[in-house]
Structures are given as C-alpha cells and as structure tokens.
C-alpha cells in the first residue's frame, strides 16, 4: 500500500472531484460547471444584443469576469492536480478549457475578442461524464470507432469530389463563360459546389440551353452523391455496435484517456497501471 504525503492526499481528492464523476462530489461539480458554462455562454449571446448591452452593461461585465476568474481558478487547479501536466495543457479539453477565459484577458488589449468566450459552448461536450451513463460513453465510443474506420474511404470520396467539381467548373466557364457570369475558373468551381452540394444561392446560374442542361445533369448527380457518405457511416456504424463493451469514465493518469472497461487494471491505450484506490 502506497503512503502519500498529506499534498498527495490532498491532490488524488481534487482530481477525483475535477477528472472523475463517479462520487457524489465529482458529479456535483460536473453539473455546476456545466451550467456554470450554459450562463456564460448565454451572457455573451445576450450581450451581443445592443439594446441590452447598454441597459445592463455593468450586470453583463461583473457576471463575465466572475465566470471567467471561475474557469481560471479551475484550469490551474485541472494543472496542479495531474501527472502529465503537459499532455493536458496540449490536449483537446486542455485547449479548450484554455480558450473558455482567455478571450476575456484578451479583450483588455483587443476589444471585442470577448465574444469570442461562446468557444465555452465546446466544454459541453463533458456532458458524457457529467451522468456517468456507461450507455452514453459506449455510443459515442461507438460513434468514434465508426468515424475512424470509415476516414480513408471518405478521405478518398473527398478527393474525388474535389476533383470532379474543378471539372465541372471548367465545363460550365466553356459554356457559359464571363458574359453569363461565370467570370473564371475559380468563380465556376464555386457555382458546382453549390449546386453539387444542392444548396442553390441562386446568385450564379447558367442562361444558355446548354449550361441549363449540363446544371440539371449535375444537380441529379449532388443528389446521388450525398447518399455515398451516409452509407460509409451506416456500414461503419452497424460494425462497430457490435461490441457489446460498456466502458466506464476512469480516467488514465499518465495518458488522460477514459473508456476502459469495469474490470480493466492497466490502461489500454498506453498500459500504465489504473489507480483504483
């Protein structure tokens, strides 16, 4: 058995509370962060409103700084109580917890870059561990899993609609040309994502019979395309919910990484040993 100092104690209890949401004290601070970024978020959007920026100007300042001295006092805390204070610091969360205060810093020398604080909206996404819900953190295991297995096939439908819509312009600046709009290459690429993609701004369109004809053979075309993605996914999907594995939110010391299963000692992503205790 380990003996740990009393700052050891002290540390292994707040990243319990801070990284972990399987005690009372942990989920409890889960949920009061998380609503404590709904309000700041809210702030800022409600802010942005001038009619009420300059009636409540002070309330929107004072609710701000509080919320961001909040967010900073937890990020330092989030530091102080990790092993690999780097690999936080770097991390996608870490990044992101980051960015939830320093836009207000920022906005003493840049004003305005304070509205920049609704990147807070991103630390919703520990949403997955505020409840604990193994169900939860297998989906979106699931989802994950599906995501990196079909990256190569969509890389690849990418590249080919990338090069088929650099056709397609050429095509329609051939047909069409300046004098209907299409005033070069690059302008015509744009008019065959949009209508590939069958969003239609309707601030290009091609006048002549030939170029209206061409557009609709392309339009047909976005249509049949759109499903390719979706059936990457949905193959991908139905392979990866076959794990019948429900993780839970223990998360690694040494590499930060969660999902392991309930009766996992070593982490599966970087093998170190879980601290159970």
Not at 110 to 130: E, S
Not at 169 to 182: N, S
Request: glycine share 6%.
């Amino acid at each position: 058995m380990v003996d740990y100092t009393e700052n050891e104690k002290l540390k292994r209890k707040i990243y319990t509370i801070i990284f972990e949401a399987d005690t009372p004290a942990g989920k409890f601070f889960d949920i009061i962060l998380i609503w404590s970024i709904i309000l700041s978020v809210v702030l800022v959007i409600v802010e942005s409103v001038h009619d009420y920026a300059a009636k409540y100007q002070i309330f929107f300042t004072t609710g701000e700084w509080f919320l961001t001295i909040l967010f900073t006092l937890e990020y330092l805390l989030r530091i102080y109580v990790i092993r690999k204070k780097k690999a936080y610091i770097f991390s996608f969360f870490g990044v992101v917890d980051l960015m939830a205060f320093l836009p207000t810093y920022i906005s003493l020398l840049v004003p305005g870059t304070q509205y920049l604080m609704v990147i807070r909206v991103l630390r919703l996404l520990r949403v997955f561990r505020i409840f604990k819900l193994s169900l939860y953190l297998a989906e979106a295991n699931i989802l994950v899993r599906a995501l990196r297995a079909s990256s190569r096939k969509i890389l690849v439908f990418l590249s080919s609609i990338a090069v088929l819509v650099v056709i397609i312009g050429a095509i329609m600046y051939v047909i069409e040309g300046p004098e209907y709009g299409f005033q070069d290459i690059p302008t015509s690429i744009y008019w065959a994502v949009v209508t590939l993609t069958t969003v239609g701004y309707g601030d290009i369109s091609p006048q002549t019979g030939v170029g209206q004809f061409f557009a609709s053979l392309v339009m047909v075309l976005g249509y049949a395309i759109i499903a390719v993605p979706t059936g990457i996914m949905t193959v991908e999907l139905s392979k990866a919910s076959k794990s019948k594995a429900r993780p839970t939110t223990q998360v690694c010391q040494e590499c930060l990484r969660e999902g392991h299963d309930h009766d996992a000692r070593y982490c599966k992503y970087c093998g170190a040993e879980i601290d159970l205790s």
